[in-house]
Every structure is written in C-alpha cells, then in structure tokens.
Nanobody, 115 residues
Framework: QVELVESGGGLVQPGGSLRLSCAATENIFSDSYMAWHRQAPGKQREFVASMAPIGATYYGDSVKGRFTISRDNAKKTMYLEMTSLNPEDTAVYYC?????????WGQGIQVTVSS
C-alpha cells in the first residue's frame, strides 16, 4: 500500500513555471510505471505525462514541449516540471504509480494559472 503525497502546487502567473513533487512511502519508482494526470473544473481527467520503468516518457499533446516528468529514486519522489504555463493548465493535478498489482493515486494538488 504505497501512499503518494503531492506538493508544490499553488498560484502562478501566465508564462510562469512550477514544479510539482510526489513523494512515495516506498522506493518503487525504479520498477514502476508513473504518470501525472489533471482534472479541470467541469472536465474529465486528462493524461499529462508518464514514464515507463525503462525511462521512456510520454506526454499529452497539450503539454508537449512545456512539461517534463522525472523521478529521483533515492528521494522516492517523482516530479512534474511545468513551464510556459497557461490559464488552460489550471487544474487539480494527480500523480499515479503502478507496480502490479498495486495502483496508487496522490490526493491531488491545485495549480492555478492566473494574473
């Protein structure tokens, strides 16, 4: 039962940057699939980024070139670096880790992009 704790969210101006962190209770990232999803008010949850155990990364079309997913196994933490943020990026962001058969979601953290 891996617990994920997110941090780093908040308010940022358009064009700004923010880094989200997702800390795990166990060092599982080296063998796990991990991802970030987000959900804006009135919208369905949207895939943002993922990293496979071998390190291959994937990004949703709306964030390609602006967001970067990474991990630090020693710190048991995964990250989402966000740059060139737009108001459309405003959402609750959720980290996700899968290590079959276990699947864990973070509690969600608010990111608001506004002047």
């Amino acid at each position: 039962q891996v617990e994920l704790v997110e941090s780093g969210g908040g308010l940022v101006q358009p064009g700004g940057s923010l880094r989200l962190s997702c800390a795990a209770t166990e060092n599982i990232f080296s063998d796990s699939y991990m991802a970030w999803h987000r959900q804006a008010p009135g919208k369905q949850r949207e895939f943002v980024a993922s990293m496979a155990p071998i390190g291959a990364t994937y990004y949703g079309d709306s964030v390609k070139g602006r967001f970067t997913i990474s991990r630090d196994n020693a710190k048991k933490t995964m990250y989402l670096e966000m740059t060139s943020l737009n108001p459309e990026d405003t959402a609750v962001y959720y980290c996700f880790v899968a290590n079959s058969p276990s699947r864990s979601w973070g509690q969600g953290i608010q990111v608001t992009v506004s002047s």
